[in-house]
């Protein structure tokens, strides 16, 4: 019965004519319980996939016929200042805020592994961010942020900083994106939970025997903690990659882009390319290169994590 | 790992350290939203929201401190001219024999003139001008607000939630109009927002979890050749950037004739999502076989085992599932910025965003009544199912 189970690749005309009853009627039941999804696959990402890739070679509008241009799209993207600046713009969000994220997620997580009195409030209390929705995120920290009025500033002053060093944040060239970063640091919750899971999953036996051999508390951090913690940590390094590169309803919402380009994220100049400017087949073209980025990242971080994640089987 | 009582008192010194930073955006977010807006702009700020009562036409109410008087001043109603009936607060010097130093407009030009006038009060330096507090928003008409000009002392200033506020930032979105059976409907754009975002949130969970439970089961319970490959490519899908998708998304939704609509935002649900069907599978097959065997026995279908056993049985993963797409579309930006046109069809995310493009940068405590409107409910659903919700994160992690 588990042998037909273990074949893998799509059956074909001849395989099914060699099948028992019992085999025939597991196929189609199979497929009539995946038919749903088959049909949503192939309409909202099958289609959507290739005619991308098609319209990325193209001329197009939605308004008019798409118009084959060859390579025209990739090429343009090498003279396209903004472009690089889009690039470059999300590849310092993701290395500084991805890095500092996990940091600081995985240091929470520790700290709320511990076992002191009130832990059940503490995590809630750190949680709580990570599910505000990003509109309401965006416009609470436009008002935190402001150069004239804001909280943050007022407090900054209260530790004795001098009022003439305060940056304006979001209406600063260069301070627009740490303002960003430290907004996003706010919502790391999510990972602190993914982390929290699994810590809690390893065995406590561990440490029982690292304290009879006098480890310190550094030393099984360093020698228990995060071996074992490896595979959720690249977990949550995948997932950050996939988001961090994706950036968009905070600058949107928040900077425009701006200032002087400051936060053109890359999502960001591709959204006003398609729905502003109407260039959807450079819009496309821009989307199959971020797709390349973030597969070769993640790749990547996969050939890196083979050597150093430790996996349990 | 139980802790010596130093490391402890560390642990909890560092805890409270870190919620009273990552709390304080909250406590922000609420005090701003229940300030009069003449305390929200103010430095150093106030901590608490104040509520200011003074004299004004004989009757004592809430005020508004406009501005502190900085030159000894005068309070005068003019007789005659075009100005005639006005009540104005001048500078001592423009007022001399009965004779106010004001501008007239004629035509589309000011002109200085003197009108006659007659003396109400003279007000020293450093009183202040209030403004009574009308609960109503600056553009809708009524009675105009009265004012007068009252020394510092005879201010009262006490803490006090100005609850209105809420009321205003709801009123503050405008007003829709709709007919039902011939009899016309008046309910501010916030309660459509809200309508909208709960018809894609609530048809969007039924059908997500519904479609993703069936594929779910066709992967994990249902031994057919090629399963794994089609699971796999499944989960691949996961990794594809929504930039990729976007543009040909939008054709197929104009094609449709569905942009403006709120459907391209939950039909989609309704043929499963990559993720849900990968959490309900995990689900799935943890499920004893025996159970699916012994109902077949019994000549029980295989539908007849999904929707009669498996369901009922993994009720706690379709709650995350349920969850999490309920959450997802409460908050989703980008799509209803995409396929949405008209204010009418807008969800509360973009409403709020249209709200802040069009009156932001000044009324913050409205923006603040509106924001913490919207990230309520969601704190609220996620107390009551702290335990699903956690859960659910946790296990995506731990199987990834």
């Known amino acids: 019965m588990r042998t037909v189970a273990g074949l893998n690749g799509l059956a074909s005309g001849r395989m099914i004519a060699a099948m028992t009853r019992k085999q025939r009627r597991d196929l189609r039941n199979g497929l009539l319980f995946i038919s749903p999804w088959i049909v949503g696959f192939c309409v909202f990402m099958l289609y959507p996939i290739v005619s991308s890739l098609f319209f990325s070679f193209c001329d197009y509008s939605v308004l008019e016929r798409p118009v084959w241009t060859g390579a025209e799209n990739y090429s343009g993207m090498v003279h396209d200042e903004v472009f690089w600046i889009s690039l470059r713009n999300t590849a310092y969000y993701a290395a500084v805020s991805l890095p500092l994220g996990m940091f600081v997620a995985l240091a929470l997580a520790i700290l709320l592994n511990t076992q002191v009195r009130g832990m059940t409030v503490y995590r809630t209390i750190f949680f709580l961010p990570s599910i505000v929705p990003i509109v309401a995120m965006a416009i609470l920290w436009l008002w935190i942020f402001n150069g004239k009025y804001g909280v943050l500033n007022y407090s900054l002053s209260l530790v004795g900083l001098p009022t003439r060093v305060l940056p304006t944040w979001l209406d600063s060239k260069q301070w627009a994106m740490p303002a960003l970063i430290i907004m996003g640091l706010w919502g790391v919750g999510y990972s602190v939970v993914i982390y929290l899971a699994g810590l809690q999953d390893i065995p406590v036996s561990l440490y029982e025997s690292a304290e009879i051999d006098g480890a310190s508390w550094w030393k099984k951090t360093i020698h228990i903690t995060i071996p074992m913690l490896s595979p959720v940590i690249y977990f949550n390094l995948v997932m950050g990659i996939i988001g961090t590169f994706q950036i968009f309803a905070a600058p949107y919402i928040m900077t425009n882009g701006g200032p002087e380009r400051a936060t053109t994220f890359y999502t960001f100049y591709l959204f006003n390319l398609a729905f502003e400017d109407l260039r959807m087949g450079y819009a496309c073209a821009m989307g199959w290169v971020l797709f390349l980025i973030i597969l070769s990242l993640t790749l990547l971080a996969t050939r890196v994590s083979q050597r150093h994640v430790h996996y349990e089987r | ?400």
């Open chain 2, 1 to 400: 790992m139980k802790l010596s009582k130093p490391k402890r008192v560390a642990v909890h010194a560092l805890l409270i350290a870190g919620s009273v930073l990552f709390l304080f955006p909250f406590v922000w977010l609420v005090t701003t939203s229940l300030k009069p807006i003449e305390q929200t702009m103010k430095m150093p700020p106030d901590w608490l929201p104040r509520a200011s009562y003074a004299e004004v036409g004989g009757e004592r109410v809430q005020v508004v401190r406009e501005r502190q008087l900085d030159q000894p001043s005068v309070l005068v109603h003019i007789t005659d001219g075009r100005r005639k009936g006005e009540r104005l607060l001048l500078p001592e010097a423009k007022y001399q024999d009965g004779k106010a130093a004001i501008d007239v407009r004629v035509a589309d030009r000011t002109v200085p003139t003197q009108a006659p006038a007659t003396l109400e009060k003279r007000v020293p330096e450093g009183w202040w001008l209030v403004r009574e507090k009308l609960e109503r928003l600056a553009q809708e008409e009524g009675p105009p607000a009265r004012w007068d000009c009252v020394p510092a002392d005879a201010v009262e200033t006490r803490v006090q939630p100005a609850w209105w506020n809420y009321k205003g930032a709801i009123r503050y979105t405008g007003t829709y109009e709709f007919s039902v059976l011939g009899a016309t409907f008046r309910v501010p754009m916030f309660v459509v927002y809200l309508y909208n975002t709960l018809v894609v949130a609530v048809l969007g969970v039924i059908g997500v979890t519904l479609a993703s439970a069936l594929a779910a089961y066709g992967f994990a319970r249902v031994p057919w050749p090629g399963r794994r490959v089609c699971f796999a490519i499944t989960l691949s899908t996961m990794m594809v950037p929504f930039a990729v998708t976007m543009v040909p998304l939008y054709g197929i939704f104009r094609a449709l004739g569905w942009i403006g609509t709120l459907k391209p935002l939950w039909v989609p649900a309704f043929f499963g999502g990559a993720f849900n069907i990968f959490l309900l599978r995990q689900f799935f097959l943890t499920v004893p076989q025996d159970l699916s065997d012994a109902a077949r026995i019994d000549g029980c279908t295989e539908f007849g085992i999904f929707w009669r056993i498996m369901l009922p049985l993994s009720k706690p993963a379709l709650a995350v599932v349920a969850l999490f797409h309920f959450m997802y579309a409460w908050k989703d930006f980008m799509g209803p910025l995409i396929y949405l046109q008209k204010q009418e069809t807008y969800t509360l995310s973009l409403g709020l965003q249209f709200y802040q493009s069009q009156h932001g940068g000044s009324e913050w405590h409205y923006l603040m009544a509106a924001a913490t409107l919207m990230i309520l409910p969601i704190i609220v659903l996620f107390f009551f199912t702290q335990r699903t919700f956690i859960q659910g994160i946790s296990t995506t992690g731990l199987k990834g």
